[in-house]
């Protein structure tokens, strides 16, 4: 492809401050400067609530609390553009932002990494898991009752080294993070998406800017994937409607194949269960409405009566 042209000299690039925020930032830049190699990419790291709350339990912060700081740089022209992980991002965009792009998605899949190396169903009984995700917490019951999830906080490399620790036998982890990391080596097993639903957008980063930053937003739109932004707008639509987050279980992963989206859906109580699963396919020229069809095949199954039960604990 050849080289695209701008007036823009340089681009300051915003994003937590965890390594693998880091590499993801790296990712975003490297293909930018691909594609502009006249382009001055500058990173500002930035410290967010949730990177403040190290000891803070997921459940008490909800889904944003990794993004609000980043979003208000770039609204106060501190930065031009946030990288975010997709996943990250709460349903409803702030005012004044867009999404500008969502680059190719990294394996979507969940991963546990344990100290025998072995695969979730073949775990001993009483085995000690490190999540604070609802989402995987309740998968990861409802074909393993026996095993024992621990909250676990900390960025990529700490849970890792927890992994094998005095406290844990094992942790699960995003697929994307440790391939960014260079840590695949050290995966037991990745589990399938019919054992454990991704959450909406894993794997994937979110492109932001200032919605009316026309020149910028333009740069960005030579990075989006079509594919993945397709999928992502179909979750995200899913999550705007259903509700959910951090606190609650629901998931939804889609894929495109040929001219149709097909989506894997789930909500679930934290304990595992009860647990609704959908997988359905719908045309991809409306991802926004697959979104929110899938979204209401759950509601219909009773899904609503297991986030209004977890909202009220």
């Known amino acids: 492809m050849s080289n695209l042209v701008t007036t823009l000299k340089r681009i300051v690039v915003g994003t937590r401050i965890s390594p693998l925020a880091l590499a993801q930032t790296e990712e975003f830049a490297r293909r930018v400067k691909e594609l502009y190699p006249d382009l001055e990419l500058s990173t500002v790291p930035i410290t967010t609530d949730g990177d403040r709350h190290k000891d803070s339990p997921l459940l008490s912060m909800g889904r944003g609390m990794f993004v609000k700081e980043i979003e208000l740089a770039l609204l106060n022209g501190e930065i031009d553009v946030a990288v975010h992980s997709a996943k990250d991002l709460p349903a409803f965009m702030v005012d004044g932002l867009s999404i500008a792009a969502f680059p190719e998605r990294q394996d979507p899949r969940d991963v546990i990494v344990n100290k025998?190396?072995?695969?979730?169903?073949?775990?001993?009984?009483?085995?000690?898991?490190?999540?604070?995700?609802?989402?995987?917490?309740?998968?990861?019951?409802?074909?393993?009752?026996?095993?024992?999830?621990?909250?676990?906080?900390?960025?990529?490399?700490?849970?890792?080294?927890?992994?094998?620790?005095?406290?844990?036998?094992?942790?699960?982890?995003?697929?994307?993070?440790?391939?960014?990391?260079?840590?695949?080596?050290?995966?037991?097993e990745y589990l399938s998406t019919d054992i454990c639903t991704p959450d909406v957008g894993q794997g994937a980063l979110a492109i932001q800017a200032r919605a009316d930053n026309a020149e910028v937003i333009e740069i960005l739109s030579s990075v989006d994937h079509a594919p993945t932004s397709i999928a992502l707008r179909c979750e995200r639509a899913f999550l705007s409607t259903l509700g959910g987050g951090c606190k609650v279980p629901v998931a939804a992963y889609a894929e495109l194949r040929g001219d149709v989206l097909r989506i894997e859906a789930m909500a679930a109580l934290p304990d595992g269960n009860s647990m609704i699963r959908k997988r359905l396919t719908y045309d991809a020229g409306d991802p926004e409405l697959a979104g929110k069809r899938v979204a209401e095949a759950l509601i219909d199954a009773g899904a609503k009566n297991f986030i209004t039960e977890d909202e009220a604990v």
């Open 116 to 188: 025998w190396n072995l695969p979730l169903m073949e775990l001993p009984p009483g085995a000690r898991l490190g999540t604070s995700s609802p989402r995987r917490t309740a998968q990861i019951k409802a074909v393993r009752p026996d095993v024992e999830i621990l909250p676990i906080r900390g960025n990529v490399g700490t849970r890792m080294d927890k992994a094998k620790s005095g406290d844990f036998d094992g942790v699960v982890l995003a697929a994307a993070g440790l391939v960014r990391l260079g840590r695949q080596d050290e995966i037991s």
